[in-house]
């Protein structure tokens, strides 16, 4: 899950993204796992998904996002990858014309 924040350092606010691993139980219980302010590169998220799987975690049954598939897959080949709907939807706004939005989305 990708979360944005603001980070305050030498008195400027800037804002940043922090992606946060989070895992649900079969019983439906959260946890986050891990989290980085990494850039947006195949190589961040595998760094990430590595960590999480040094410190224990040692399956992913299905995997909710929008860009790690490969790097997920490489890791937990196993995993099921499901592209986030919210992602869906921001591409739909960006790639479709204003009035062919609303009939597509209902």
């Not at 490969?70 to 479709?96: D, E, G, N």
Request: hydrophobic share 40%; proline share 4%; glycine share 4%.
């Amino acid at each position: 899950r990708r979360v944005l924040f603001r980070s305050c350092s030498n008195k400027m606010i800037t804002k940043e993204v922090l992606h946060v691993l989070i895992g649900i139980t079969p019983s439906g219980r959260k946890h986050v796992i891990d989290h980085a302010q990494p850039n947006e590169s195949t190589l961040a998220y595998k760094v990430l998904l590595n960590h999480a799987k040094q410190r224990g975690l040692e399956e992913i049954l299905r995997f909710v996002g929008d860009r790690l598939q490969q790097s997920c897959q490489k890791i937990y080949p196993r995993a099921r990858f499901k592209c986030c709907w919210v992602y869906i939807t921001h591409m739909i706004r960006m790639l479709v014309r204003k009035n062919d939005i609303a009939p597509i989305l209902a």
